[in-house]
């Protein structure tokens, strides 16, 4: 995994805390409202794999995910990026939300790393 600044580990993991946040809270919302799930709640196990497997190589932390656990949380994550590039490239230059994508982006991307690192 790529040599990675305690910057860009915090702010890596302040990323996907707050995507953690917001699938929670889309998942509450759409459990009220009695919408199907199945989407958000696999993509809110896979970003919580993300974090995981960058808190495993980061600080050693263990964690409790199967091989197949991590394969599935490497896909979603891949699936998220054409929705997120998109919404990246409308976005203005120098812009909040910009930012934020680009943090999310590199997250992710870390995240993926971290995975296939340990799925070897």
Request: hydrophobic share 40%; charged share 25%.
């Amino acid at each position: 995994m790529e040599n990675v600044s305690n910057a860009e580990k915090l702010e890596s993991k302040k990323s996907l805390q707050s995507t953690i946040g917001k699938l929670e809270n889309a998942l509450a919302q759409m459990t009220q409202k009695g919408a199907n799930t199945i989407l958000v709640k696999k993509r809110l196990k896979a970003i919580n794999i993300g974090l995981a497997m960058l808190e495993n190589v980061w600080n050693q932390r263990s964690h409790h995910y199967t091989q197949e656990d991590l394969a599935e949380a490497r896909d979603i994550i891949i699936g998220l990026f054409p929705s997120i590039e998109n919404i990246y490239a409308k976005s203005k230059a120098g812009s909040p939300q910009r930012t934020l994508l680009e943090r999310r982006i590199k997250a992710l991307e870390l995240a993926v790393q971290a995975i296939d690192g340990l799925s070897k």
